[in-house]
């Protein structure tokens, strides 16, 4: 099998119709920088809320954790198509990394929409975590465009890709919708998340798709079986940890 490096990769259907969103979602963040400023973004979507979505988003928010979303969709990929999961536990271990150096040694600086808009103008602020510095980049936006367009990867229609392109938008959106992050957060941080899935793909997938061609079944079902379980226990993991820490009376 020849490898698919370049622009061979982009003719996957599932990574198309996610792209094709994705970019009308960094497009429209982009031109709402360029137009209103870091501030000015965030306030006009921030502005924008609901009182059904005022309930679900401070929980939606949270399927962008990285052992929650990551757990989950590995647990998919490990039964449908072993070399996008094990190259996501790849990424999964990079990002966190790539995420704190960037927050505490590039952007230190860098606050919160609570700190920035102290005094100066009210924001829609929900969430059961109090955050306040280290804003740029985003790491749940991140995990969700990393997360989901390996799962993207795994998927044979474009339809269903977009449907990925759409939850990863979504769960992004959330962030800035609580009052955690600014636009320029969200955008820098699912640019990130994506080209490290890419990276990460174009690299491994040679090697790991050539080691599960040689393996028996009995190994790819031991394997898969493993895998399924990991992604099993850090979802129930993170969700009970979720529990106790932010949720429990």
Known sequence: MRPQFGFSLFARPGLQGFLSVALLGW?????????????????LLNGWHFPALDALMPHYTHLSDGAVLGGL????LARKNLSPALALIVA???LPFVITLLKMYAFPDWSRPPVVFAGKAPIHYLTVMKETQNSFPSGHSATAFMVLAFAALAV???WKGAILGL?????????????????GDILAGSLMGFLLMLAVWLLTRQGFESS???????KKQAWSWSLMGIGGF???????HLYLNYYRP
């Open 212 to 218: 599960v061609a040689k393996w028996t079944s009995k």
């Open 167 to 183: 939850l990863a938008i979504s769960l992004a959106w959330s962030r800035v919708y609580i009052g955690v992050h600014f636009v």
């Open 156 to 158: 044979d229609k474009t």
């Open 92 to 94: 999964l271990l990079m």
């Open 27 to 43: 497009l429209f963040w982009l031109l709402l920088l360029v137009f209103l400023g870091y501030e000015g973004s965030f306030l």
């Open 234 to 240: 850090f979802f129930l993991a993170e969700v009970i």
């Open 73 to 76: 969709v590995g647990l998919i």
